[in-house]
């Protein structure tokens, strides 16, 4: 199974990374209706940071995210189930397949690698910011060393300039 497969199916919702139940459902190779039933059937292991139902307005506004490839894959009534990464993993021991299993552990990988890319991203984030307020205090440095060095030259331009008073003497 394709990593990036798995990736492109994981959700942000309430600050946390979810898979719905239908594309679960897709990947475990069972019908939505089964993968549900099973959750039911099972529902002291999926407490609510495992598994949560989407409110109407998470739903809506995911629907105008995501382009569904099956749209008679759910119903427009029916809201989906909203998976954690520990949710998915306990999917495998209510579902006991092997392709359960198998599925299990590539999604899990997939949150596993997403997590480690968004940690190597905010160090990269972090290191930039960084990098960029040194330079910008350098920048500001070599700024301020030009400017003055043109303000002295005005400065002796000025004074050479400058009307003399008292006794002149010709240079010749």
């Not at 994981?10 to 898979?19: A, D, L, S, V």
């Not at 990947?27 to 292991?45: H, S």
């Not at 990269?124 to 330079?135: F, G, N, R, V």
């Amino acid at each position: 199974m394709q990593l990036q497969t798995i990736q492109n199916r994981i959700y942000e919702i309430r600050g946390q990374k979810i898979m719905l139940d239908f594309d679960l459902a897709e990947l475990y190779e069972v019908e939505t209706r089964v993968l549900n039933q099973a959750v039911k059937r099972n529902i002291d292991i999926f407490p609510d940071d495992f598994m949560f139902q989407l409110s109407q307005k998470e739903w809506e506004n995911m629907l105008s995210q995501i382009v569904m490839t099956y749209p008679a894959k759910r119903p427009k009534s029916a809201l989906p189930l909203a998976f954690t990464e520990y949710g998915v993993t306990m999917l495998a021991n209510v579902l006991k397949s092997k392709k359960a299993r198998q599925t299990s552990i590539a999604v899990v990988r997939a949150f596993i690698a997403l997590k480690q890319f968004t940690l190597n991203y905010k160090e990269i984030a972090d290191k930039l910011k960084e990098l960029e307020s040194k330079y910008n205090k350098q920048f500001k440095d070599v700024y301020e060393a030009i400017n003055h060095l043109l303000q002295k030259d005005k400065q002796e331009t000025k004074q050479r300039e400058r009307k003399r008073i008292g006794y002149k003497i010709d240079k010749k």
